[in-house]
């Protein structure tokens, strides 16, 4: 398994709240949100990490799979993931973008 580091919002790219870094090996996870939500966005990314090593392919069909593989394990992390995303309009522009880029 890939190692954790949790940043400061600075050092993430774009509006992720976490990342799986395939080429860094190494999850990275924002250190200012609620830990409730950082458990589920773990479990997210740790999906992330196994579907590429299981060679799984699809932006949106690995999206799905993480929200709702990480979602059953921590529900209360997901809605609050959502409730957040809601409220941080960048974020819908950054999930517009990358299904249209398909990456
Ligand atoms: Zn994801």
């Known amino acids: 398994?890939?190692?954790v580091k949790y940043i400061p919002?600075?050092?993430?790219?774009?509006?992720?709240?976490?990342?799986?870094?395939?080429?860094?090996?190494?999850i990275f996870i924002r250190n200012d949100i609620p830990k409730y939500i950082q458990i589920f966005?773990?479990?997210?990314?740790?999906?992330?990490e196994k579907d590429y090593k299981n060679?799984?392919?699809g932006t949106l069909w690995l999206e799905i799979r993480a929200n709702v593989l990480g979602g059953l394990k921590h529900p209360i992390g997901f809605i609050g993931c959502i409730?957040?995303?809601?409220?941080?309009?960048?974020r819908w522009k950054l999930y517009i973008k990358r299904i249209v880029k398909g990456k």
């Open 55 to 57: 060679g799984i392919k």
């Open 41 to 48: 966005v773990l479990a997210h990314e740790r999906q992330h």
């Open 83 to 90: 409730i957040l995303t809601i409220f941080t309009f960048k």
């Open 9 to 26: 919002k600075e050092e993430m790219i774009d509006e992720y709240f976490g990342l799986c870094s395939y080429n860094k090996k190494t």
């Open 1 to 3: 398994m890939y190692p």
